[in-house]
């Protein structure tokens, strides 16, 4: 019995050896193919193995577009909004530091004005008394005078003389001189009387008691002003 299965296994040998080859073939023949197809289409010199050019339309693969450069984005995307974003205006990010605009020059302090003299007389009590303080111990007392309206009405040299009196004491005098050479023709003419007093007080009183004094003449009073500090 043994020896009838073994004759039987024998006999069918061969018919499988044949299967295993004709499988192989089959495998070898269908790498061939691919091969032989892949060689059709892209052949490294840009012909057939034939010798035949390639037909762009058989042979290339379908049309994919132009390749995106670097950080483009894909086709059809316009990616987020500028409007959206929060910190962007029209003017740009609000992170950005823009260039400052360069301020304007700086000037020096424009010189003081001149007091009015419209309707003034020359020599009278037309202005105030300016005081300003300077320290703890000292002030600056100055006063404008109108000297003249024009050069035509000073026929001759004279000196304004200002005393002045702190608290009732006299503590000093400042003058002027005033001559038809240093006066505008047509318009006003001024002197400023300016003088440091010391103070003992916080507070108090400044006088100037002011003259006229021809060259060589006597003086000849004109007015007082005072003022508190």
Do not use: C
């Amino acid at each position: 019995m043994t020896s009838l299965l073994l004759l039987a296994s024998l006999a069918h040998f061969p018919a499988h050896a044949e299967d295993l080859d004709a499988f192989a073939q089959d495998d070898l023949d269908w790498e061939d193919e691919d091969e032989d197809e892949d060689d059709l289409d892209w052949d490294d010199d840009g012909t057939r193995p034939d010798n035949t050019a390639l037909d762009p339309d058989e042979d290339m693969p379908a049309d994919l577009g132009e390749d995106p450069l670097p950080g483009d984005l894909p086709s059809g995307s316009t990616g987020p909004s500028l409007s959206e974003d929060p910190e962007w205006d029209s003017d740009g990010p609000s992170d950005v530091g823009l260039e400052a605009e360069e301020p304007p020059p700086r000037t020096s302090a424009a010189p003081p004005i001149r007091p009015s003299a419209v309707g003034s007389t020359p020599l009278a009590d037309n202005y105030p008394l300016q005081i300003t303080r300077a320290s703890l111990d000292v002030i600056v007392i100055e006063l404008p005078v109108l000297v003249s309206q024009s050069r035509a009405e000073l026929s001759e040299a004279f000196w304004i003389i200002g005393e002045i009196y702190l608290d009732g004491n006299r503590i000093g005098e400042s003058r002027a001189q005033v001559t038809a050479a240093g006066a505008a023709e047509d318009s006003a003419s001024f002197i400023w009387l300016k003088a440091q007093a010391p103070i003992i007080e916080s507070d108090g009183t400044v006088e100037i008691r002011l003259s006229r004094q021809a060259v060589g003449g006597a003086n000849q009073p004109l007015f007082t002003r005072s003022a508190s500090y």
